[in-house]
Nanobody, 122 residues
């Protein structure tokens, strides 16, 4: 079992930047570990934002954030980050960190954090 703790959310204005962090602890990561960010806006379903392969660092993004958000990881700190630039009001949501096993496009996310609120004012 992996424990995930998100931080870094807050209230910012449109055009600003935020960096979210997700610290992982517990079971050691495997060669097939994928870590990802999802978000859920009020009244909407949870949606995929970005994912990163833990061992190799390959990344994958939702079209809605491509070019604005960057996912990265620090193996020494067991932490994954989401750098969010040029934020828009439609990015407002609770952001969740998740981890699972598989490949970037085929993974079952089994561990989830508690979420961190990101609010973008216009």
């Amino acid at each position: 079992q992996v424990q995930l703790v998100e931080s870094g959310g807050g209230l910012v204005q449109a055009g600003d930047s935020l960096r979210l962090s997700c610290a992982a602890s517990g079971r050691t990561f495997s060669w097939f570990t994928i870590m990802a960010w999802f978000r859920q806006a009020p009244g909407k379903e949870r949606e995929f934002v970005a994912a990163i392969s833990w061992p190799g660092g390959s990344t994958y993004y939702a079209d809605s954030v491509k070019g604005r958000f960057t996912i990265s990881r620090d193996k020494a700190k067991n932490t994954v980050y989401l750098q969010m630039n040029s934020l828009k009001p439609e990015d407002t949501a609770v952001y969740y960190c998740a981890t699972g096993e598989g490949s970037l496009l085929d993974v079952r996310y089994e561990n989830w954090g508690q979420g961190t609120q990101v609010t973008i004012s216009s």
